[in-house]
């Protein structure tokens, strides 16, 4: 016999459901961290097709925003709340474009001397060209404005050499692919872009109540100035620090590297992180590749990439702080 008596087959009865109990505890303990872990990583992928979709035109819908991330409408709806409720997307901008306002989109950036650099930020805030200035570590800035014309380039560098304490600063042009515009904002876009200015997602109905016009209408003149360039629709966005890196490589390419091809290699390669690149008319052979990470380590797998791509040098940056101001091209909706 299998069993003496009616208490060895209770009791092996019982270690066995033990035995079987333990093991199912085990694989849901497994379960739930094999599905968070593609979760979070999922999440973190979305979370940055999100945001750069919006930085390329915050005025993006749920339904669009869906479409190139699978997700459901309400999904994405919660996703960009979250966004904005964690602090992580600041504001939705509107603003007449560069190639609109004819004016120039310069990049400085270099190592400061300044004892403070929060001082130093808040000061170079003040001045009306400048609406962007990220902190790198080793007290590296990054600050950005864009200038009338290239008239104010000269006096403008030496006040934020001389404010900023950068003793050998690099000076940028963004590149932008000016186009022959077909006219020029007119008051209504105007109008529409100053309501606009700080909530680029307003729907239809509400800027065409702001502004007086037909819904109609606001959609026509919207189209158009979307259509044609003649206005930039982004976000502000400051990404936690505590669980992100923002990590600036400086890419300095070989001599005859074509640029536009490079770049198209690293979203397709770097896609999951990669938020944008920048080029710069007076810089040649370089691009600045702007990054987000969930951890150093995967910023340290992006560079150990990079060097295997063949460029000449790569100079990883990662900026610790990210503060937006309010510059000229803001006041000058004010004033429409």
Same mark, same amino acid.
């Given at each position: 016999m299998l069993f003496s008596n009616s208490s060895d087959y209770s009791r092996s009865i019982n270690n066995i459901s033990l035995i079987l109990k333990n093991l199912i505890n085990l694989m849901r303990k497994l379960y739930i961290y094999i599905i968070d872990t593609i979760l979070v990583r999922i999440m973190d992928e979305i979370d940055? #097709? #999100?945001?750069t979709k919006l930085l390329e035109n /915050? &005025?993006? !819908?749920?339904? *669009?925003?869906? +479409?190139?991330t699978n997700m459901s409408i309400s999904a994405i709806h919660k996703r #960009? &709340? /979250?966004l904005v409720d964690g602090g992580i997307i600041n504001a939705f901008i509107a603003r007449p474009s560069v190639m609109a306002l004819k004016c120039l989109w310069v990049l400085i950036f270099g190592t400061s001397n300044a004892k403070s650099i929060d001082a130093v930020s808040k000061e170079l805030g003040q001045h009306e060209s400048i609406y962007f200035i990220g902190i790198a570590g080793g007290k590296f800035l990054y600050i950005v404005a864009f200038l009338r014309d290239i008239s104010e380039l000269q006096d403008y560098t030496t006040y934020v050499s001389k404010t900023s304490q950068i003793s050998e600063p690099t000076i940028g042009i963004i590149n932008v692919p000016y186009l022959t515009l077909p006219e020029p904002l007119t008051t209504l876009d105007y109008k529409i872009l100053k309501t606009l200015n700080r909530d680029a997602r307003k729907p239809i109905t509400d800027i065409a109540d702001d502004v007086g016009l037909s819904a109609k209408t606001v959609r026509k003149r919207l189209d158009r100035m979307i259509e044609n360039k003649l206005a930039t629709f982004t976000i502000e966005w400051t990404p936690l620090y505590e669980n992100s890196f923002i990590t600036v490589f400086h890419l300095i =390419?070989? *001599?005859g590297t074509n640029m536009n091809s490079t770049i198209q290699q690293i979203y397709k390669v770097y896609s999951q992180n990669a938020a944008y690149c920048l080029r710069y008319s007076n810089i040649p052979n370089f691009i600045t590749m702007h990054t987000w990470t969930k951890t150093s380590r995967e910023s340290q @797998? #992006? %560079?150990e @990439? =990079? %060097? !295997? +791509?063949?460029? @000449?040098d790569i100079i990883p940056r990662i900026v610790l702080s990210a503060n937006y101001y309010d510059c000229w091209v803001d006041q000058l909706l004010r004033t429409k």
């Open positions: 940055l #097709i #999100i945001l /915050s &005025r993006l !819908t749920y339904r *669009e925003l869906a +479409e190139m #960009i &709340r /979250s =390419l070989n *001599e @797998k #992006i %560079q @990439k =990079l %060097q !295997t +791509e063949g460029f @000449k």
